[in-house]
């Protein structure tokens, strides 16, 4: 009974997750979105005729839906490790489990960050060198 109430709470998450991802799409063919992008292209923060522009969006768009969703396993995996924790009653071999899980879910957050600080220095380097190059 216990592995078939894990396996219907990760089915249900799963379910809301989706729904949660399906629901923002179809609002981000929404007007407000386009308003958005008007408002940021008069403020100059988005060019006016920038082929490249709608690409970059969709890229941070979709980075930023994918760390979302890693931050909330992180989040998952922490909270069951805990659990896991809080219920051993002593036993050290679910506490050592929960310590590995709580364990290899921070490191996975680290890798995450790290990996995240990296791609944001690479691109911004190259970003800031090309538009260097176009203004000369």
């Known amino acids: 009974m216990n592995k078939l109430f894990y396996k219907n709470l990760l089915a249900f998450s799963l379910i809301v997750a989706g729904l949660f991802f399906l629901t923002h799409t179809s609002f981000a063919q929404g007007e407000f979105f386009d308003s958005l992008n008007n408002t940021a292209k ?16 969709m890229v941070g768009n979709i980075l930023r839906g994918l760390f979302g969703l890693l931050g909330t396993v992180f989040l998952v995996l922490v909270m069951y490790g805990g659990f896991i924790w809080m219920t051993a009653s002593g036993n050290d071999e679910s506490v050592n489990k929960a310590k590995k ?9 680290f890798v995450m960050v790290l990996a995240y600080a990296l791609t944001d220095f690479i691109f911004g380097t190259i970003i800031s060198s090309t538009q260097i190059q176009q203004s000369k």
């Open 42 to 57: 008069h403020a100059g923060v988005l060019p006016e005729n920038n082929e490249n522009a709608n690409f970059s969006l």
């Open 101 to 109: 899980i709580i364990t290899q879910a921070t490191i996975g957050l």
